[in-house]
């Protein structure tokens, strides 16, 4: 192991000794030098994922999260400089955290919040205009075989939990009071402007944003859909993308007069 990496797992496990070698040219206590870098680069990564997941942090409390992330950490060091992307293993490894068992909703409230962060750092893209949206929608020979490009933050979550509830509550959306989290629940996210959304949607949304997202025209999405959720209700999801500007191509793209 060189010099530089003993450092690096020293630096992110507290219970290793400060390497052999390391210098100060300024001189003074090397070990102390050592220990308040180690905490600053622990503290700065805590603090980063309780930026990405504030409802596990507030789910759990100061104390459990903390110490959760500091095993992380030593697991899963950073692999990039953006500290946006730091987290992406979290969800998993709550999920095989034994003492979050406790809190059998927490790894998808993780989720959750991961595919937010998501959305918020997607590319841009601009929505279809309503006029052409209007002109395909009332093209019924074409209709089925019409495919639609979603915004790039558009993104799904199917549950065993009300994650959507949870997510809404903790961000002064909802009532906790009342809330059971051991209800099943699917959600969209999405970004709209710079304002990351979420939304608990029926299962049949869900499939059909996911096979609408995978290239199927809108009549096989919507038939999908159906066989997922019976009660799929193809005009109000359409509704709600459209509202939220995610429709940003449409193939073929119909022609509207001047």
């Known amino acids: 192991m060189t010099l530089q990496q003993a450092f690096s797992a020293a630096v992110l496990a507290p219970q290793h000794a400060c390497?052999?070698?390391i210098i100060s040219p300024?001189?003074?206590d090397i070990l102390s030098r050592f220990s308040v870098y180690r905490n600053n680069v622990q503290s700065g990564l805590i603090n980063a994922l309780e930026s990405s997941f504030p409802v596990?942090?507030?789910?759990?409390?100061?104390?459990?999260?903390?110490a959760m992330a500091q095993l992380f950490i030593q697991k899963h060091p950073p692999q990039n400089p953006v500290m946006s992307t730091y987290g992406r293993q979290f969800a998993d490894f709550i999920q095989g955290f034994a003492p979050a068992?406790?809190?059998?909703y927490l790894a998808d409230v993780a989720r959750l919040e991961r595919l937010c962060v998501q959305a918020f750092h997607a590319a841009d893209a601009s929505p279809v205009a309503p006029q052409t949206l209007a002109l395909a929608l009332s093209t019924p020979d074409t209709l089925d075989q019409l495919r639609m490009t979603l915004h790039p933050s558009v993104a799904t979550l199917h549950s065993p939990y009300a994650v959507a509830a949870l997510w809404a509550a903790h961000h002064g959306q909802g009532q906790i009071k009342g809330l059971d989290p051991l209800q099943p629940q699917s959600t969209l996210v999405l970004r709209n402007g710079l304002s990351v959304e979420v939304f608990a949607v029926r299962s049949g949304c869900v499939a059909f944003v996911r096979f609408m997202k995978s290239g199927c025209p809108l009549g096989e999405a919507a038939a999908?859909?159906?066989?997922?959720d019976p009660l799929f209700d193809l005009s109000?999801?359409?509704?709600?993308?459209i509202s939220q500007g995610a429709i940003t191509e449409l193939q073929p793209s119909p022609?509207?007069?001047p």
């Open 255 to 257: 022609e509207v007069s």
């Open 56 to 66: 596990v942090a507030q789910l759990v409390g100061e104390a459990f999260f903390n």
């Open 224 to 228: 999908y859909a159906l066989q997922a």
């Open 26 to 28: 300024s001189g003074g």
């Open 236 to 241: 109000q999801s359409l509704a709600l993308l």
């Open 19 to 21: 390497p052999q070698g």
């Open 101 to 104: 068992n406790k809190v059998p």
